[in-house]
């Protein structure tokens, strides 16, 4: 089942459901308006959305229409957690190796996860309004989960089970911001403004086989200004596994419905496949080169994220978006 | 306008507006159920809600009850953000201070903000499960405000004009988590359990005269197992007030209506006040005595934060909870 926010005024929009090519869509009205409420109380709601979905998918909906990814808000356009993990360990290593810093011993079995701001998101087509392009700016293409109640101290198993939609992320970041907050031991803040995610959220199964072992085997692709810089692979280099992250936050406390906890920025170690935000590149440059030649993004530049199933066709449909000064 | 949250098995509870003296209490069915509802559309809903206080104020509610401060889950009882602030720099110089840390020229500009997590708050009276008293448990006496709608860019005076209400907070932390957490560099997570708040938040004119400039001029009190430990000016050493606060984290991005912003640790230069959390009490002890020979908490610890009027009431009732082992 595919599941998107369609744009109606409201701070939390319309839930919809979508079929399972993109083609068309449904209003969920009757059985919810927010998917924040579905997520709520999944075990009652969700079948009837999977009811609806069907119905979709055989084309035989009274009111389905035309599915349009720019009338979307993110599918959650709002939520009361946001925690994004790094568990791309080439990513981490990359990064720290161009300013001459070893990764620690201990990043490969102590996954590295930061509180985001989660009050609000970008739909997958929005502006990006950022007031300047000195704070260097960078998309990072990841994926992500929404997750169901996940109690206080469960296993990697326990919390992979707590998973209910998988989508697509883009985790602006403001590079040139990041080293002083850093610094100031407190983490992100200033350097991550909001996050956009995918047209849909899609439930486990509409992977099928490519969503195994808490990880998703496919490939994440990123257009930069229309031109393709990324082709990575998401499953066999994610160091941990989406269980495994949920199990670090879980740690201490409780995780509760509607929670979204990202992968991080999906890296590979083959640098043929190209990246998923432009720190990477620099950092390369700098490892080979002695130097960053590729400028972060300028204003009109788009950034287009996109994953295909096995099957060819776009999962979670595109996030595509431009950076703009703010209105 | 003083409100709260009651306990009804629900995840967001049940809206309530209570009087003055904390004495009673009345549903606010009928005007809006949930407290996030009346931040989203706070213009048209407040006045009703401020009317249904008059009315039990002047003891004329027809359906009016014993507040009772134990029913109350966290006025919001878990938001879209929370932001918690290190605004008293007392408190940051003498933690450093005890790990022989000079504390950088630029915090003195720059506030200290965190990325808290909230979806899953505690209520006023909830006990805390710790799953081991070797973390360091802690707890951290602070001011909060809820904040409507704030836009990217805002100066501290337009972000002081988007303080709709204002509580106390406990954020709660586990000292002996944070040293290798910060040193991850991506801020806390682990080392920062769910975060408790007072019974009722309230509307700024409760405060009266007591809050000027962004901060609440009055004191904040913490018991710790039926001894007080603090009785420390809440206003006058905060060094960036709510509006600076709140400036610094619209800076890239929105702030939502219904996002929590908090204080930090409530802290006095003159250690007669006493302390706000154990950490503090420790860092003096390592900087006279060569040792911190205060333990943090254990099973069984309680701890009490209140702040008095000048009127000598209790504004926001207490925080009163118990450490736990996990069930």
């Known amino acids: 089942m595919k599941l998107a926010t369609y744009k109606d005024g409201s701070r939390d929009g319309q839930l919809v459901v979508v079929s399972r090519d993109l083609a068309t869509a449904h209003y969920a009205t009757g059985i919810a308006t927010r998917l924040q409420q579905v997520l709520d109380d999944w075990n009652f709601l969700s079948p009837q959305l999977q009811d609806l979905t069907t119905t979709l998918n055989q084309g035989k909906a009274r009111h389905a229409f035309p599915f349009d990814p ?54 997958p087509c929005d502006d990006v309004p950022v007031a300047s392009v000195d704070w260097g700016i960078d998309f990072e293409a990841e994926i992500a989960v929404i997750t169901g109640d996940v109690p206080m101290g469960a296993t990697p198993s326990q919390a992979l089970e707590g998973v209910r939609l998988l989508m697509l992320a883009n985790d602006w970041t403001l590079r040139h911001l990041v080293p002083a907050e850093l610094a ?28 195994k072992g808490g990880r998703v085997h496919l490939t994440l692709q990123s257009s930069w200004n ?21 199990a670090h936050i879980v740690k201490t406390r409780h995780l509760r419905a509607g929670a979204i906890v990202g992968s991080g920025t999906v890296s590979n170690k083959d640098a043929s496949h190209g990246y998923s935000c432009i720190a990477e ?40 978006q431009t950076v703009v000064e703010p209105a």
């Not at 709002?78 to 011993?105: C, F, I, T």
């Not at 590729?294 to 096995?310: H, L, N, P, S, V």
Request: aromatic share 12%; with cysteine; glycine share 12%.
């Open 70 to 123: 720019a009338m979307c808000m993110a599918p959650l356009p709002r939520a009361y957690q946001w925690a994004d993990g790094s568990a791309y360990l080439n990513h981490v290593e990359l990064v720290r190796k161009a300013r001459g810093a070893e990764m620690p011993e201990s990043f490969l079995g102590d996954p590295l996860v930061y509180q985001g701001g989660s009050d609000d998101f970008l739909g």
């Open 281 to 320: 590149k620099r950092a390369l440059e700098m490892i080979e080169q002695g130097e960053a030649k590729t400028a972060f993004m300028q204003y009109g530049d788009t950034i287009r994220i996109e994953m295909k199933g096995r099957d060819g066709h776009s999962v979670f449909g595109a996030i595509e």
């Open 184 to 211: 100031k031991g407190f983490g992100f803040f200033q350097s991550k403004p909001a996050t956009a995610f995918s047209p849909v959220a899609v439930t486990p199964d509409e992977l099928g086989d490519a969503w």
């Open 226 to 246: 229309g031109r393709k810089v990324g082709v990575v692979e998401a499953g066999p280099e994610m160091n941990f596994h989406f269980g495994q992250l949920i």
